[in-house]
Every structure is written in C-alpha cells, then in structure tokens.
T-cell receptor
Framework: GAVVSQHPSWVICKSGTSVKIECRSL??????MFWYRQFPKQSLMLMAT?????????EQGVEKDKFLINHASLTLSTLTVTSAHPEDSSFYIC????????????FGPGTRLTVL | AQKITQTQPGMFVQEKEAVTLDCTYD???????LFWYKQPSSGEMIFLIY??????QNATEGRYSLNFQKARKSANLVISASQLGDSAMYFC?????????????FGTGTSLTVIP
C-alpha cells in the first residue's frame, strides 16, 4: 500500500513551453501533497504544500505564477511549469501523506525535466 | 539554524559490516517525528524508519535501527550487515507537530557506498 505515481517520468521540452506533471496516490487518500525540487547531488527543496480543495502554500522564493499547483482531488495533484526555461531543468518529486499512520511521506518516483 | 544536520557527505562500509549515519535536529516543538529515507540512483525516495518524539524505545525495522538520543537531539541510522544494494543516498527528515500534513525538513544527505 501507499503507492504514489508520477507522470511523466521524464520530459524534454523547448524553452517557453509549459509542462504539466501529475502526482497520484494510487491506494490511499492524500489530504496533503508536497512538491519538491532536487538538483544533482543535493537535498530535496520543498516548493509548495498542496491541500485538496484549497490553494497551495508556496515556500519563500518559489514563484507561484510560474509553478502552478492544483490539488483537484484527494488522489491527484498537478504541477505545471509555465513558460519553462533551461534553469527550470531539474528533478521534481511529489509526496503524499496519509491521514492515518505516523505521518511519513510517500514519494513518487520523480520527474526529470529538461528544458532546451 | 538548520533544522536537520547530516555531517557525513559520504561514507564507505565493507559488505556485511554495520554502519552508522549521523543526524542531528533542532526544534523547540515537544512533538515531532524523525524519518530516514533512502534514495538510490533511480531517484525514488524510499521510507525506511520512523521515530516519534514520545517513543520510549528506539525504532527498528529489519536491518535498520534508529539510535534516538533525545537530550542530544540526535537520530542516527544504523544499518546492520550492509549489502551492496544499500549503496544510495540517505536523507534524515523531521516533521514538527502532530499534524501529519506538516512539511518535512530534510538534511543534505549522506552518500553510502558498500564495498564488496
């Protein structure tokens, strides 16, 4: 149990285009989902916290107009990178917390974004 | 101040030996959770073990145990009988408070290499 999927697993796009990444909790309901960004050989950097049915809470320094987050249901959150540029190239990981349990976060497999 | 500190950027261990990965944390909240995650080269984050701030005993999960020293604010991960498949990045994380949807604070990680 507690499986989180991400789609796509990797994407290459041209500069200026928008990319949508989906995060789904497959076998549990996730009231809260998190979006992280990870650069090579570095730790995870929290971008935003997403609660179902409400606006996402962005961390300081993260542009909410550039990284659009929608948490449409208890099993789906999406991150849209708008007008992507090469500096947005990174590994994006989502995670989800179950209501029950000790509060561990279950992570998706990540999406590697490359902007040309 | 850093919420989570991992002072070992890289560690080596001989196969079948035990290894300890260090983690210290900083919080004034009496209620918190400590977590260890493993990230192999594939990028997925794998939950290993959890320790609650009120837990009296050290957590254990198979070959993983958490050496929880509350007064010293340390939560070291001990891996016994290392295997080649244990080679990966290891992240220590903390959640403050009892709300399971609270954000995680991650350390910078320790890269573990198991030598045959």
């Amino acid at each position: 149990g507690a499986v989180v999927s991400q789609h796509p697993s990797w994407v290459i796009c041209k500069s200026g285009t928008s990319v949508k990444i989906e995060c789904r909790s497959l076998d549990f309901q996730a009231t809260t989902m998190f979006w992280y960004r990870q650069f090579p050989k570095q730790s995870l950097m929290l971008m935003a916290t997403s609660n179902e049915g409400s606006k996402a809470t962005y961390e300081q320094g993260v542009e909410k107009d550039k990284f659009l987050i929608n948490h449409a249901s208890l099993t789906l959150s999406t991150l849209t990178v708008t007008s992507a540029h090469p500096e947005d190239s990174s590994f994006y990981i989502c995670s989800a917390s179950r209501v029950a349990g000790v509060g561990e976060q279950f992570f998706g497999p990540g999406t590697r974004l490359t902007v040309l | 101040a850093q919420k989570i500190t991992q002072t070992q950027p890289g560690m080596f261990v001989q196969e079948k030996e035990a290894v300890t990965l260090d983690c210290t944390y900083d919080t004034s909240d009496p209620s918190y959770g400590l977590f260890w995650y493993k990230q192999p080269s594939s990028g997925e984050m794998i939950f290993l073990i959890y320790q609650g701030s009120y837990d009296q005993q050290n957590a254990t999960e198979g070959r993983y145990s958490l050496n929880f020293q509350k007064a010293r604010k340390s939560a070291n991960l001990v891996i016994s009988a290392s295997q080649l498949g244990d080679s990966a990045m290891y992240f220590c994380a903390m959640r403050e408070g009892l709300v399971t949807g609270n954000q995680f604070y991650f350390g910078t990680g320790t890269s573990l290499t198991v030598i045959p």
